[in-house]
């Protein structure tokens, strides 16, 4: 036994022991999140048809992580599994290393295996090996209803030759899984040559309906024999059932949970054999040695989280994830760069960002309409747009382009900022970093009239002024007189949307002219999201506001597309968003355009939003729930020293004060802030109606990790609002619900 072997078996027992065990039978995935491979979102034309089709072959892939990840079972599930051929032939006894005999041996670090999930079962004591493949059924080709001899006799059909190339293909990529699948074994093998080792071909896309079609070549040697079949996962196998029900008792599985129970864990207990594909050939009766499984078991783990020769073991926690894929975020990481020697279109809905958006505010690509809002020459620059959808990011860019090309000559640049916190924000931060000297004033109803702020404004000796407002319940009469205060100023206000609580369409009429009359002499720019209005009984005032945009403005500009959240978190925001736009009273063009559906901007994957329904108020429960996820968040923080936060429902305070976490922030508080992940303490239910932009302002505050808290009121349960459950019915691809 060398060293090196030594050094990997004590790096896998370490990583069993820090990051493998749960209380409850779920998977451990490793790792958290799906790993990034394809994250452009293109166009849906021709010139990226190659494109399109490798993300579609890569959204195949999460769509077999996520049926594993909702598995009732004590896995380990080895996301992009690979081994070079060092790692080899420390499992391979038998292998000599020779660097003249051997090609592999110069090259020792280059990949020689690789499979898309190694599923380590301690349970059943066995490993299981799928690679996914992107086929789809051949333009419903073959008649599910015939019989297989009607398939062969059908000579019109079978002398189409495209057809028939289309069948080998689709059995040569079977075959070329097998190939992969075989490393994987021969590795295993090495390890353990007892090992109990099940593989497995999924085809997410491809309807089990037509399973017939990799047996009906014309070739009989590219055709599947019965035994090769069996091996294949088909889309049926991946459909999920409707959403359990609100007293967690329900008992229907998901269609994979089945699949798993049969072709898994009954056959691995009731033979104990083990076989080349999904069903044992041999009667044979194996030796089980608990040792070799953990020896097996533990290679495996330090194999997948080692590069080359180093081995990282915080790849396998939760943290790792949420600070690489927060860093992607973050930065507008959204499009892969092209690799030297790799021909890759240009995605044309994304660009390089101008250098001081890289060097200031740290974002390295923008959307095409960010950038046409960037370079926009009207004197009234208003931007509707969604959570997420770099409103912020612009403004900071435009406010940094002015300053440091001296465009504003002597008048002095005043931002507004509507956060009720006292942390820094994007603008103090991309300032900072561009050496720019600014001064900072408080904006509240008790200490700061508007006659006040205006004094403070005229006698500061600084051109850059940040006015934080924050009045938790500002009134817009009040903010329209604040902002005479700024009338000569080159002005900018971000989340104008906090100021229209208690607003009619008469006081919103006055505001928009007043900024209409001030942009005559001196440049402004407005940010803003209606539906993140935060409207305590209905929605009426949505539409005013959208009439009043429509009708004083004679353009805006629209922003659409998420960038800041994950793809899960973008995907439920959208769905949430959408709910609350049809709560209108009035449904119109108008509504559609003033506030636009939330599209994401990309296939940046990230966990899952956990989601906790408490059926019935109770303390006790709210305690335990929030203690778990702090606890959970806590070790993050220590791991990775990146900034968690508790957001809460004002209903909630006292509760929240008895817990105590590290950061706490009431929703009205949370306007233009984020981080990397949440715990939202939310009661989405108020005198019989829906908040859902409360829910909406909440998920959109966390860019990759998001655990929401839903409570009922006092004397309520939560089997009383059934919206609840069509909500949930339409975010369960993108949230893990569970029931209290």
């Known amino acids: 036994m060398t060293e090196q072997w030594k050094k990997y078996m004590n790096n896998g027992e370490e990583i069993y022991q820090k990051y493998c065990f749960s209380n409850t039978a779920q998977p451990i995935m490793f790792p958290r999140a799906p790993i990034q491979t394809y994250i452009d979102l293109y166009p849906d034309t021709a010139v990226f048809r190659d494109e399109i089709q490798r993300q579609t072959d890569y959204e195949a892939e999460v769509k077999v992580y996520r049926a594993l990840e909702k598995l009732s079972e004590n896995l380990i599930v080895l996301h992009n599994f690979k081994f070079n051929h060092h790692q080899y032939c420390l499992c391979d006894t038998e292998h000599k290393r020779d660097k003249k005999k051997c090609n592999k041996c110069r090259n020792q670090f280059n990949t020689e295996g690789e499979c898309d999930f190694l599923v380590i079962c301690p349970d059943l004591n066995c490993f299981v090996i799928i690679e996914v493949k992107n086929m789809t059924p051949i333009d419903n080709y073959l008649d599910p209803l015939q019989t297989a001899e009607d398939y062969k006799t059908d000579e019109l059909s079978l002398d189409d030759l495209d057809i028939e190339r289309k069948l080998q293909a689709l059995v040569k ?315 000569d100023c080159y002005l900018f206000v971000d989340d104008l949307q906090r100021v229209l609580q208690f607003s009619t369409e008469e006081t919103f009429r006055d505001l928009v002219e007043k900024l209409k009359t001030f942009s005559i002499n001196k440049r402004i720019w407005i940010g803003c999201d209606l539906v993140q209005a935060y409207h305590m009984l209905d929605y009426k005032p949505h539409m005013k506001e959208a009439r009043v945009i429509s009708q004083n403005l004679e353009q805006w500009n629209t922003l659409s597309v998420n960038l800041r959240n994950t793809f899960e978190l973008s995907n439920t925001l959208s769905v949430i968003r959408e709910l609350c736009v049809q709560s209108c009273v009035e449904r119109s063009e108008i509504i559609d355009t003033v506030m636009p559906k939330q599209i994401s901007g990309h ?46 429902d004002p209903a909630f305070c006292e509760l929240v004060h008895e817990i105590n976490p590290k950061r706490k922030v009431t929703i009205e508080e949370i306007y233009s802030y984020e981080w990397p992940a949440v715990i939202a303490l939310l009661s989405i239910w108020k005198h019989g109606q829906w908040e859902l932009p409360q829910l909406y302002l909440a998920i959109s505050r966390a860019r990759v990790y998001s655990s929401v808290i839903i409570i009922a009121p006092k004397g309520d349960k939560v089997e009383d609002f059934k919206k609840l459950q069509d909500l949930l019915r339409k975010l369960k691809e993108f949230v893990n619900i569970s029931y209290h």
């Open 603 to 648: 296939f940046i994957h990230g966990p899952k939003i956990e989601l906790h329904i408490v059926s019935k108020y109770d303390e006790t429960i709210i305690r335990r729930i929030v203690k778990q996820e702090q606890e959970k968040l806590d070790r993050l923080d220590t791991m990775t020293n990146f900034e968690t936060c508790l957001l809460y």
């Open 173 to 487: 990529t079977f075959r070329k899984s097998t190939t992969q699948r075989q490393k994987i074994k021969s590795l295993i093998k090495c390890i353990d040559g007892n090992a109990r080792i099940l593989q497995f071909t999924a085809f997410p896309n491809f309807s089990k309906q037509f399973r017939k079609q990799f047996q009906f070549s014309k070739n009989e040697e590219v055709r599947l024999c019965d035994g090769e079949l069996s091996t294949v996962i088909f889309q049926e196998d991946f459909r999920d059932p409707e959403i359990p029900s609100s007293n967690g008792n329900d008992t229907q599985t998901s269609k994979f949970q089945d699949w798993w129970t049969r072709n898994i864990a009954v056959q691995m207990k009731s033979t104990g054999t083990a076989s080349d594909e999904s069903k044992p050939t041999s009667s044979t009766e194996l030796e089980y040695n608990p040792e070799s499984f953990r020896i097996a078991r533990n290679m495996l783990l330090a194999i997948w989280a080692t590069e080359k020769n180093d081995c990282d073991q915080s790849k396998c926690s939760l943290g790792h994830s949420i600070q690489e894929i927060n860093k992607q975020l973050e930065h507008g990481l959204i499009t892969l760069e092209t690799k030297d020697g790799k021909h890759r279109e240009r995605n044309f809905n994304v660009t390089k960002a101008p250098d001081i958006f890289k060097e200031y505010v740290g974002v390295e690509y923008l959307t095409t309409e960010q950038l046409k809002v960037f370079n926009s020459e009207e004197n009234l620059t208003w931007i509707n747009g969604p959570a997420g959808a770099g409103k912020t990011v612009i403004l900071c860019g435009i406010l940094l382009q002015l300053v440091l090309n001296k465009q504003h000559g002597d008048s002095k640049v005043v931002v507004f900022q509507m956060a009720a916190r006292e942390e820094t924000s994007l603008f103090e931060r991309a300032m900072v970093k561009a050496g720019l000297q600014f001064g900072m004033i408080k904006s509240d109803a008790r200490t700061s009239s508007p006659e006040r702020l205006k004094d403070s404004i005229s006698r500061s000796q600084d051109k850059i002024l940040l006015v934080r407002v924050i009045d938790n319940l500002l009134l817009i009469q009040l903010f329209a007189e604040k902002l005479n205060a700024a009338k």
